[in-house]
Nanobody, 125 residues
Framework: QVQLVESGGGLVQAGGSLRLSCAASGRTFLRSAMGWFRQAAGKEREFVAAIAGNGGRTNYGDSVKGRFTISRNNAKNAGYLQMNSLKPEDTAVYYC??????????????????WGQGTQVTVSS
């Protein structure tokens, strides 16, 4: 059974930092793109960042460019999202996702086949 498990969420003050982790099990994602999405209360799920299977290419949502950094460790079958200069509008449930086989780090929710259960990030003003 394939599982993605996020960790690292929590409560932080504006301007602070958090590092989210995504641990994959059940299969390896060596060639699969991994991504992070978020969903705030009452809003649609939003693309945050994605990274190619080989880690060579990344994409970011406009609202997080320059503040967030996505990375992965294929040896550990894990992905990460470093979030700096956090703002109250970053408050959301953050989800890790992975594509079935494509290494292309796309931005569409429907492109991703596996999802974690989400981790809450709350940024206070």
């Amino acid at each position: 059974q394939v599982q993605l498990v996020e960790s690292g969420g929590g409560l932080v003050q504006a301007g602070g930092s958090l590092r989210l982790s995504c641990a994959a099990s059940g299969r390896t994602f060596l060639r699969s793109a991994m991504g992070w999405f978020r969903q705030a209360a009452g809003k649609e799920r939003e693309f945050v960042a994605a990274i190619a299977g080989n880690g060579g290419r990344t994409n970011y949502g406009d609202s997080v460019k320059g503040r967030f950094t996505i990375s992965r460790n294929n040896a550990k079958n894990a992905g990460y999202l470093q979030m700096n200069s956090l703002k109250p509008e970053d408050t959301a449930v953050y989800y890790c996702a992975a594509r079935e086989s494509s290494g292309n780090p796309t931005m569409g929710v429907r492109d991703y086949d596996y999802w974690g259960q989400g981790t809450q990030v709350t940024v206070s003003s």
